[in-house]
Nanobody
Framework: QVQLVESGGGLVHAGGSLILSCAAS????????MAWFRQARGNEREFVAA????????YYAASVRGRFTISRDNAKNTVYLQMNSLNVDDTAVYYC?????????????????WGQGTQVTVSS
């Protein structure tokens, strides 16, 4: 059974930092591209960042580029999202996703497995 479990969410003041973790089980992480998506209340789920199966390449949404960093430790079956310079617009439920396809890295339909999400709230 494949499971993705996010952790590390919480409340942080604007300008602060937070690290999210996604622990994967039931899959070989080195065979999957991994990504973070987020969904703010009332909004559609949007792409945040992705990392290739090898960890060589990363991709970011324009809104987070330069502030967020995605990384993975395949030996630990874990992917991370380092979030810096947080602002209130970053408030959302953050979801970890895994996929083996070769389609768009930013598309939700290219990921096969999803975590249940972790809440990130940024206060002004």
């Amino acid at each position: 059974q494949v499971q993705l479990v996010e952790s590390g969410g919480g409340l942080v003041h604007a300008g602060g930092s937070l690290i999210l973790s996604c622990a994967a089980s039931g899959l070989t992480s080195s065979r999957y591209r991994m990504a973070w998506f987020r969904q703010a209340r009332g909004n559609e789920r949007e792409f945040v960042a992705a990392v290739t199966a090898s960890g060589v390449s990363t991709y970011y949404a324009a809104s987070v580029r330069g502030r967020f960093t995605i990384s993975r430790d395949n030996a630990k079956n874990t992917v991370y999202l380092q979030m810096n310079s947080l602002n209130v617009d970053d408030t959302a439920v953050y979801y970890c996703a895994a996929g083996v396809g070769s389609g768009r890295y930013y598309g939700t339909d290219n990921y096969d497995y999803w975590g249940q999400g972790t809440q990130v709230t940024v206060s002004s």
